[in-house]
């Protein structure tokens, strides 16, 4: 999951550019990002998806979380 600042992602303008950046298999939160990315490797996946997201204005990857932050596991 990226985490980011700057933009709303759920602003109706964040969303369409994030769409056509080619973020349209995240799930997405206000500030957040889930990605369900295809490629080689996790690296390649996780640098696509950083890529695309901060190609749209405002937005600004924070952090990466992996697993469950939800319960504590990272």
Known sequence: MLVTEGADLLDWDTLDALHEAGC???TIGSDTLEFARS???RDEA???A???AESVPGVSVLRVEFGDSASGRN
């Open 24 to 26: 349209g298999d995240a």
């Open 46 to 48: 996780l640098c696509s």
């Open 50 to 52: 950083m890529r695309d």
């Open 39 to 41: 490629a080689r490797t």
